[in-house]
């Protein structure tokens, strides 16, 4: 998690949770997977705001990706601040 202090304002939050979702009907399992309920889901590397899930996979991106993407919310939280 990264957090950046902004006194009064609140402050600006970036989290990746590990997210569990339930495998797609269509997915293909193995014979241990259909037995153990806990293996029968997948898990997405979403991320979190103050304000809550963002509802996105960052699962695969670069540390350049991430990069930007962290910078890229740090500059609508920067700009919501300025426009209260």
């Known amino acids: 998690m990264l ?3 902004h006194g009064e304002e609140g402050d600006f939050v970036y989290a990746v949770r590990a997210v569990p ?3 797609p009907a269509f997915a293909l399992v193995d014979s241990a997977r259909k037995r153990d309920d806990r293996r029968r ?3 997405r590397a ?3 705001l103050a304000g809550g899930g963002r ?3 960052i699962y695969g991106y670069d540390s350049e990706q991430v990069i ?3 910078i890229a919310h ?6 919501f601040l ?3």
Do not use: C, N
């Open 55 to 57: 509802g996105y996979d």
């Open 3 to 5: 957090r950046a202090e």
């Open 46 to 48: 979403e991320v979190y």
């Open 68 to 70: 930007a993407d962290v």
């Open 82 to 84: 300025t426009t209260q």
């Open 74 to 79: 740090y500059d609508r939280y920067r700009h």
């Open 21 to 23: 979702h339930p495998l």
């Open 41 to 43: 889901r997948y898990y």
